[in-house]
């Protein structure tokens, strides 16, 4: 069964490929087929049985579009991606992940240097080659260079960023979910523990039919390769050449598995020691005792680590930094889920020039979300083509006034996402400052300053008083951009001292505080966070979720999340600040 999900990814592969064949984003035919992901991604049916002529009457979706749909749906392809495939092969694609490395930039490349992969793309540059392209020069060259250490794009073991990976493993784990053979279906591996980069995809099943799961597995559309097929274990490549590993156990050996192959390397091998210093062994298949054969847990994971003497111990902490003996001496952290977030404080509408839902449908997302209270945070008007003029905010304004009287269980605050200048300046005069409930300030630009400049920046940011929260804080983009060069620590102890809170901003491409700078405020007194979902459309209100488990990775404690409190609570928390 093809579902929207499927549709969705294959049209997003067709935008990319468009991108590189004509050359620009902004395309006519780029821009009908977002419009097309969009529409697909809120149908409340499933467009696999929907014909051409009420897929055609579906905002958004062409005449083009909706023969593409039908295609995929009867053939499990498209011919016009197949084609677009072949001129631009997955190695090449991943060049476009390199920041200053745009579509006609990569064609360039492949034309008149045979540069069509990243380690060509290296070799080229080890070379001095990139310097008779024409706009390239030593410095563009050594930027790139730089890039591609720090996105991660060498060597053997290639990452895939999360926002990539996850929608394909819910894919995979949803459709082999509905299978009457399967009991219990869970993806592992990094991804479970929530890295916000990837190698592969492990998935476990537990099914006492494993040869009809592997069937179903490698018929999946996007399976584009078969590398490994048995009983037990089925490896495939998807067209972007992401390996997806599919394992079948015993549903009595479900919980060991799961606990092994979600890893990290380091936890099992402790975990390991532990059931030794006990007379036990722990594998794959269960924790026994190898004197009597005798399995004493394997079902599921809380019952392992119970038998072990510890405390149930989340995915996103079992890296073996420390979280073993916390949970051998009941001194785990308290983590901030998802089901503790009572407001969202980073949203955008098309009341901003990059938001993709009207004001309306925003709001009434947000109240079908359940949210006690979101800040509508439009950008400030530094920030060209995208930010909103004093008029504008007054225009919007009015409207939330309206919207207050329709969902009056919703706290709706007006807010603002201001632009820090490479000064630790942002948008608006103080006293029109003071008139936002909420301000969240970001860096848009200048993002290859040097440490000291960004950390004070920042910092002059944090020390404005209508500054209530610095967002997204690296401002890197996953697997495209790395992040700027800041001195942490220096940043929240500033936030501290000035009450001031850190986004966790929970967009898949960003998930930005990164974990392991999180884990530096577990030490530094008074550091609050908020987690906010960035939403620029209706669809994007589960980045709390992606918020909350980047937040637990980084040992971030429910009391030290604002926006758990209730909103008086949340709003003393504002004010105090600027008083």
Known sequence: MIRNADIARILQELVDLLIMAEGSKQAFRVRAYEKAISAVETLPAEAADMSASELEKVPGIGKSTASKIREYVDTGSVSRVVELRKRFPAEMMELTRIPGLGPKTVVMLRDQLGVASVDQLRQAIADDALQSLPGMGEKSQQKIATAIERLGLHGKDRRTPIADALPIAEMVVDALGTLEAVRRVQYCGSLRRFRATIADIDIVVASNSPRQVMVEFVAMPLVEEVIGQGDTKTSVLTATGLQIDVRVVKPSQFGAAILYFTGSKQHNIELRQRAIERGLLLNEYGLEDPETGKVEASRTETAIYKRLGLDFISPELREGIGEIAAAGSASLPDLVAAEDLRGDLHVHSTWSGDGRSPLDDMVRAAAGQGLEYIAMTEHGEDLAINGLSREQIAAERRELERLRAEYPQLQILSGSE???????????????????????????????????????????????????????????????????????????????????????????????????????????????????????????????????????????????????????????FVNAKRT
Request: proline residues 5%.
């Open 418 to 572: 201001l632009n820090i200048s490479p000064e630790g300046g942002v948008d608006y005069d103080p006293d029109f400052l003071a008139s936002f409930d909420w301000c969240v300030a970001s860096v848009h630009t200048y993002f290859d300053l040097d440490e000291a400049r960004q950390t004070d920046r920042i910092i002059k940011a944090i020390q404005n008083p209508a500054v209530s929260a610095i967002g997204h804080f690296t401002g890197r983009r996953i697997g495209h951009r790395p992040g700027i060069e800041v001195n942490a620590r220096a940043v929240f102890e500033a936030a501290a001292d000035t009450g001031t809170a850190m986004e966790i901003n929970g967009h898949l491409h960003r998930l930005d505080v990164p974990a392991d700078q999180l884990l530096l405020a577990r030490d530094i007194p008074g550091v609050k966070f908020v987690i906010s979902t960035d939403s620029h459309h209706t669809t994007e209100f589960r980045n709390l979720h992606w918020g909350a488990h980047n937040a637990r990775r980084g040992w971030v404690e429910r009391s030290s999340v604002i926006n758990t409190m209730p909103f008086a609570e949340l709003m003393s």
